[in-house]
């Protein structure tokens, strides 16, 4: 079966995407050889260093201006057609939901509906004392009147995201357990599949669910797919929704 016949032939379909689906929109791939984790250390440390709560504990300063200079940008992009063919597979019918290990806020952008965002979201932002919650617009604003962003109740600011060594949202995680479960089609899209505990999420759909794999290299579980596609995302959504339609 080819994926659009799988597509046709599904009742609740899931899409689970990462980092992969978002190059084409500009946003690096974070584990390619010239992605942000590979790109060079700042100020002698490494990203995935400075991208923890450990760090952001002790080291405000270099943390926001990692973060400033590498991330916060990057949050202002558009989607590309990759987003907005699932926007098209959730108006026909077909697509219930997109987890997501992304934080670019790009799915949302595009209109989808029912996100599941496992890693959090970098288009929003809180206040790490009062809980305040602030836009994007908002948050970039302080990133540059400010070399620690603070909230008028004087506490810290920090983007509304996972950091390397925090736990995920329980709620979100287990809504995109039962998502999963529920699904007869899951579709991975973009993803290297090694980023856990989110990856664990595609070993718990049932027999039943026939699983698809979108992704320039191979990851995990290409054994267990029914279907791996070594193609752009792009190009192959975009074929999908036409054939869809």
């Known amino acids: 079966m080819n994926l659009t016949d799988l597509v046709k032939t599904s009742n609740y379909v899931v899409a689970f995407t990462g980092a992969g689906i978002s190059t084409e929109s500009g946003i690096p791939d974070f584990r390619s050889t010239s992605g942000l984790y590979l790109s060079g250390k700042f100020e002698g440390h490494s990203p995935e260093e400075i991208l923890s709560k450990r760090f952001f504990l002790k080291d405000k300063p270099t943390f926001f201006a990692f973060y400033k200079e590498r991330l ?36 949302e952008t595009a209109g989808s509906s029912k996100v599941l965002d496992l890693h959090g979201n970098g288009a929003r932002s809180r206040c790490i004392s009062c809980c305040e919650k602030y836009n994007y617009e908002q948050f970039s604003k302080m990133l540059e009147e400010k070399e620690v962003p603070r909230c008028f109740c004087g506490g810290v600011v920090r983007p509304d995201t996972v950091l390397f060594d925090e736990w995920l949202n329980d709620d979100i995680f287990d809504a995109a357990y039962h998502e999963i479960k529920s699904a007869d089609l899951v579709i991975s899209i973009g993803s290297s599949l090694v980023v856990q505990p989110a990856a664990s999420l595609l070993s718990e759909k049932t027999p039943e669910c026939k699983l698809v794999i979108i992704n320039n290299t191979e990851t995990p579980y290409d054994k267990k797919a029914a279907l791996v596609i070594h193609e752009n995302c792009g190009d192959v959504l975009e074929t999908l929704t036409k054939d869809i339609s």
Request: hydrophobic share 35%; glycine share 2%; net charge positive.
């Open 72 to 107: 916060h940008n990057l949050l202002n992009k558009k989607p590309n057609r990759s987003h907005h063919a699932l926007v098209k597979l959730e108006q026909v019918g077909k697509l219930k939901c997109i987890v997501t290990q992304n934080i670019d806020n790009l799915h």
